[in-house]
């Protein structure tokens, strides 16, 4: 374990819709001390809030962390939210929470500043900091899980825009008219580029009378998800074609990016980026083909490095960019 004490620190706190990771993580990005637990989210907001203060808790009492300087907590939540306010609006995969005062709730209790973000712009700070995207000043991040989220960091500050909702590229529309996405429009880039939405096509097609290997997968497993489609692109016709286009979809976003931010890299993230060579060949050969020829000044597309951890370590980088003490990473925040 790394000794911390001569450094600021701050716990990152990774709110998910199943479990709960937190962390101590000093200015290099590095952990110090993690704690996860499911998240409970049945229980509702105040018994959700009630198992984060334990994490905070936890993870000050350990020795390690107890002697460093705490400059604060930073947690990063899924859905819209409003940062200024420290207040989570309405996160689809924590049922119940309606406006909740997440910063205010937690601070009070652990004593301690609280920032607020989206979690795919944390993810996008973390691995600015410490991952893939180190000393890297211009780059987007795609998060690819049940959903598809992003963040972007442009001239190494995080772009939040006029209504702090900037950087949800996950619901760009790559397909006018095109199929339904969760929050209401048609076509959005989720609705073919998310872990969630490949694995229905992929059942669709086969309600439809497509044959494929996966429906003995979905026998025996009562469901498919999308590295089943991921690992069966290679040799089944339908998982093929459902992964390809997904990919094709997500090369659209990339260019629809180069051509809005000008990022230096796109890093491909979450759940989705395990399929590694799966995912990054096909995202560039259709990048590739549908970018502008014959212009080298490119971004590079790579895979995310820091896994599980981009989140916490995003959230709590968050918090020590605007305590703004010591050097400054890339990605901050403020
Ligand atoms: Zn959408």
Not at 67 to 83: D, E, F, N, R, W
Not at 304 to 332: E, F, N, Q, Y
Request: aromatic share 2%.
């Amino acid at each position: 374990m790394t000794d911390i004490t001569a450094y600021d620190s701050a716990i990152g706190v990774d709110l998910g819709g199943t479990r709960i990771k937190a962390g101590a993580v000093d200015r290099d990005g590095r952990v110090v001390a993690r704690v996860t637990i499911d998240t409970e989210a049945d229980g509702g907001p105040d018994h959700v809030i009630d198992r984060i203060v334990a994490v905070i808790e936890e993870l000050l009492d350990t020795p390690a962390v107890s002697k460093a300087p705490m400059v604060g907590v930073g947690i990063g939540a899924p859905g819209a939210l409003s940062q200024s306010r420290g207040v989570v609006i309405s996160p689809p995969n924590l049922p119940g929470w309606r406006e909740v005062a997440i910063a205010t709730k937690v601070g009070t209790r652990v004593k301690l500043p609280i920032l607020l973000e989206n979690d795919a712009n944390c993810a996008a700070v973390g691995e600015s900091l410490a991952g893939a995207g180190r000393g890297i000043r211009d780059l987007v991040m795609f998060t690819l899980g049940t959903g598809v989220g992003s963040g972007i960091i442009l001239e190494g500050r995080l772009l939040r825009g006029h209504f702090e909702s900037a950087g949800e590229l996950g619901h760009t529309i790559v397909q006018p008219d095109g199929r339904a996405c969760l929050c209401g429009q048609r076509g959005c880039l989720e609705a073919y580029a998310s872990a969630g939405h490949i694995a229905r096509r992929v059942r669709e097609a086969m309600e439809a009378g497509e044959t494929s290997s996966l429906a003995d997968t979905l026998a025996e497993r009562g469901e498919i998800d999308a590295q089943d489609v991921a690992a069966a692109s290679e040799h089944d016709v339908l998982a093929g074609r459902i992964w390809d286009d997904a990919c094709r979809y997500l090369a659209i976003a990339c260019v629809n990016a180069q051509h809005a931010m000008n990022p230096q890299r796109v890093i491909l993230g979450g759940g989705m980026s395990a399929a590694g060579d799966r995912l990054l060949t096909p995202v560039r050969e259709h990048f590739n083909r549908l970018t502008w020829p014959g212009v080298n000044d490119r971004p590079e597309i790579v895979l995310a490095s820091l896994g599980d951890d981009a989140g916490l370590i995003g959230a709590a980088a968050v918090m020590l960019s605007k305590a703004g003490t010591g050097d400054r990473a890339p990605g901050r925040a403020d």
